[in-house]
């Protein structure tokens, strides 16, 4: 069995190709991608349709006589040139010696040629741009009525800012007529002293998207006094509209959101920062009235009145004290007083005279014994409740 190297069999593959008569020369209809322009004036791109793709290529040399316009993405062309195989990656591709624009392609055609002439009269310019106000109250929309776009607006606003005010003037976004309302609402929103008008329209085809590029759409956002926003299509799409408005977004929620500033986080933060404010000002709060309540002891410590009623308070209770010593004094000495008193009479000769005892004196002098009496001689008894003089009648034994 004979063995083949890779090169072998992409050379093979490679004559095959380029002997088939056919393929030799033939024009293919496709769309453009993945355009890349090499830096030595090289294009490569892929043609595709709906059902597969195909690489291909035009040298330099080619694209003198073979291309008389920029090749971009999107674009509907014929290319016109030979098959081959790129040998190293073995890869077979279609080498361009010839590049028109078909269908659409004439619409790409027109885009620029009107793009050119607006621009030179200066319709794009960018010093003529007019500012987007920060904080809008009332912003109008030329849009369809119904459809994915006016209503991603109306959510967008909803949740940004409620309290902003749209007003939708209807218009068609693709089709026969579709200039003449969009050009009519913009002229009646630009009068009603709106602060924003929004135009745009969902994604689509450059033939939907159409209307957009048309010149009187392009005049009269140029010629309007309210600053215009451009949301058209989806993100890759780019419209003469884009080009005149004064702010471009890539789609219309885009262009509401550059409209209206997010009102309600702005209100929600200030709600989070009033919160934690409190919540400072309460902990602050509660630390100074602590600090308060603690140098009004002190102060209150220190007071003259409180000092004075404390001694105040003291002395009372010194008087108190003094009193109950001094009552005890009182009270001892009179215990002793009784002691003594009790003692005293004990001792004193008229304590005895109790019970029918008494004291006899004669002539100033006790009588210490009867026999010492005489009879007639005068007496003086001393009883305990007085005196009683008497006389002796008779003295026994004598």
Known sequence: MKIFSVGQVNKYIKNIITQDYMLKSISIKGEVSNCKYHSLGHIYFSLKDETGA???????????????????DGQEVIVSG???????????????????LDGVGKLYEEFERLKMKLNDEGLFDCDLKKPIPKYPKKIGIVTAKTGAAIQDIMNIARRRNPYVQLVLCPAKVQGEGAADTIVSGIKRLDVMGLDTIIIGRGGGSIEDLWPFNEEKVVRAIYEAKTPIISGTGHEVDITLADYAADLRAPTPSAACELAIPDVMTAVNELRRLAQSIQSHMMKHLSIVSLKLETMSTRL???????????QNQYLSELYDKMKLAINKKINDKKHMLDVYTAKLHG????????GGFGYIESGGNAVLSAQSLKTGQELKITLHDGTINTRVTDVPGK
């Open 54 to 72: 195909l690489p291909a290529v035009m040298f330099k040399k080619s694209t003198v006589d073979g291309l008389d316009f920029r090749l971009e």
């Open 347 to 354: 001792l004193s000769p008229t304590a005895k005279l109790v």
């Open 300 to 310: 209150t410590a220190l007071n003259p009145a409180a000092k004075l009623e404390q």
């Open 82 to 100: 030979s098959m081959s195989v790129y040998e190293r990656d073995g890869k077979y591709q279609l080498y361009a010696n010839k590049i028109t």
